[in-house]
T-cell receptor
Framework: DTGVSQDPRHKITKRGQNVTFRCDPI?????LYWYRQTLGQGPEFLTY????????KSRLLSDRFSAERPKGSFSTLEIQRTEQGDSAMYLC???????????FGPGTRLLVL | EDQVTQSPEALRLQEGESSSLNCSYT??????LFWYRQDPGKGPEFLFT???AGEEKEKERLKATLTKKESFLHITAPKPEDSATYLC???????????????FGRGTSLIVHP
């Protein structure tokens, strides 16, 4: 088991462009979470999947954000029409159905110019 | 609204100088409190999960305790390699009444000087 992986690790884009991030959870973990973290803040919950079903979505999440988890394995997070305020670290975490502990990936750092 | 407050925001210690970090919370339907360590530019690394008041967990120089309103992370005789940001999170029921989702505090930045 290699842990949670995320790709890319870094992304620089221009305002208005679309970006997509990928997360591969720990094998057999049925729960997957996306967070956003800015400097000096704790991770902020964005959305959560149990298997392929998206069960919760933060009310703070703009309609420009969308996430998928086809077949209940890897997940993608897409941001459309990026804005400078979207610059942050995007973290993915996974957990099994038997315990609540979440294991985090290394994150994708996004910079919107 | 669920809230998690960590104090102090920053802490500087000399190597060997023991101290405690605090995490106070106001949530409805708590289903676990978690401590993580985060190094700069990396994802949080899991340390402990606590589920009920009175519970304690230990790992090397770290010990986590939980009461009904707060949790403490005690660091005994810290070393420079313990320098990191320590995050606290609580797992509580979402406003929708469905799933349990986590709320993180802002963290305590710890620096241990040799």
């Amino acid at each position: 088991d290699t842990g949670v992986s995320q790709d890319p690790r870094h992304k620089i884009t221009k305002r208005g462009q679309n970006v997509t991030f990928r997360c591969d959870p720990i094998s057999e973990h049925n729960r997957l979470y996306w967070y956003r973290q800015t400097l000096g803040q704790g991770p902020e919950f964005l959305t959560y999947f149990q298997n392929e079903a998206q069960l919760e979505k933060s009310r703070l999440l703009s309609d420009r954000f969308s996430a998928e988890r086809p077949k209940g394995s890897f997940s993608t997070l897409e941001i459309q029409r990026t804005e400078q305020g979207d610059s942050a670290m995007y973290l993915c975490a996974s957990s099994s159905g038997e315990e609540e502990t979440q294991y985090f990936g290394p994150g994708t750092r996004l910079l919107v110019l | 609204e669920d809230q998690v407050t960590q104090s102090p925001e920053a802490l500087r210690l000399q190597e060997g100088e023991s101290s405690s970090l605090n995490c106070s919370y106001t949530v409805s339907g708590l289903r676990g409190l978690f401590w993580y360590r985060q190094d700069p530019g990396k994802g949080p690394e899991f340390l402990f999960t606590l589920y009920s008041a009175g519970e304690e967990k230990e790992k090397e120089r770290l010990k986590a305790t939980l009461t009904k309103k707060e949790s403490f992370l005690h660091i005994t005789a810290p070393k420079p390699e313990d320098s990191a940001t320590y995050l606290c999170a609580v797992q509580a029921r979402a406003l929708s009444g469905g799933s349990y989702i986590p709320t993180f505090g802002r963290g305590t930045s710890l620096i241990v000087h040799p």
